[in-house]
């Protein structure tokens, strides 16, 4: 079935440096893949989205490519700020397209 | 536009009872899954409902039901409760049957079972 291996952490950064969250998927088909954030103590929140290969998705500074050949959806972002100190969490669609498989998540933790 | 809501936040419950949480979906929405995180884990998926019906259901047991509403709400019913049920449940909902499309979340039910 449909999995996602997603670089373990916690990642310790200083304001402004640049961010790399490695994320590799197995996946019979062409799933969706899919990066969500969690802040302490709320729910998920959908950072991006890439549907086909190639796509590349972003929003608010962050990035992921969808990598056919390499079956990955790193998440990367320029300049980090305090404010983007969060669990990150990679996921893509099951085969049946139905549920999300999520990594075990990434804690971000950004200094100023 | 309201988001994906939830209730109750939080809940205390002992083992062997049985428990309910509620979910109202996105406007427009009208397909529901339901995911359990484990402190310090990614969620995992425990059923999706459209039409008022299970249509996908993960690797849990049997003591975990739902059921979802003409108006597209649902709830998730856990009985017997076990300590290992202690979790933040994410309710999560998604337009036109939920096959392949994006799932926003709500803010979860943090359960804690003692």
């Known amino acids: 079935g449909n999995s996602v291996t997603q670089m373990e952490g916690p990642v310790t950064l200083s304001e402004e440096a640049f961010l790399t969250i490695n994320c590799t998927y197995t996946?019979?088909?062409?799933?969706?893949l899919f990066w969500y954030v969690q802040y302490p103590g709320e729910g998920l929140q959908l950072l991006l989205k890439?549907?086909?290969?190639?796509d590349k998705g972003s929003n608010k500074g962050f990035e992921a490519t969808y990598r056919k050949e390499t079956t990955s959806f790193h998440l990367e972002k320029g300049s980090v700020q305090v404010s983007d100190s969060a669990v990150y969490f990679c996921?893509?669609?099951?085969?049946?397209?139905?549920?999300?498989?999520f990594g075990k998540g990434t804690t971000l933790s950004v200094s100023s | 536009d309201a988001g994906v809501t939830q209730s109750p936040t939080h809940l205390i419950k002992t083992r062997g009872q049985q428990v309910t949480l509620r979910c109202s979906p996105k406007?427009?929405?009208?397909?529901v899954s339901w995911y359990q995180q484990a402190l310090g884990q990614g969620p995992q998926f425990i059923f999706q409902?459209?039409?008022?019906?299970?249509?996908q259901r993960g690797n849990f047991p049997d003591r975990f039901s739902g059921h979802q509403f003409p108006n597209y709400s649902s709830e998730l019913n856990v009985n017997a409760l076990l300590l290992g049920d202690s979790a933040l449940y994410l309710c999560?909902?998604?337009?036109?049957?939920?096959?392949?499309?994006?799932?926003?979340f709500g803010p979860g039910t943090r359960l804690l079972v003692l």
């Open positions: 409902y459209y039409e008022e019906e299970e249509r």
């Open positions: 999560a909902s998604s337009p036109g049957q939920g096959k392949g499309e994006t799932q926003y």
């Open positions: 996921a893509l669609n099951n085969q049946a397209g139905t549920a999300l498989i």
């Open positions: 996946a019979t088909g062409y799933p969706s």
């Open positions: 406007s427009g929405h009208d397909t």
């Open positions: 890439a549907t086909k290969a190639d």
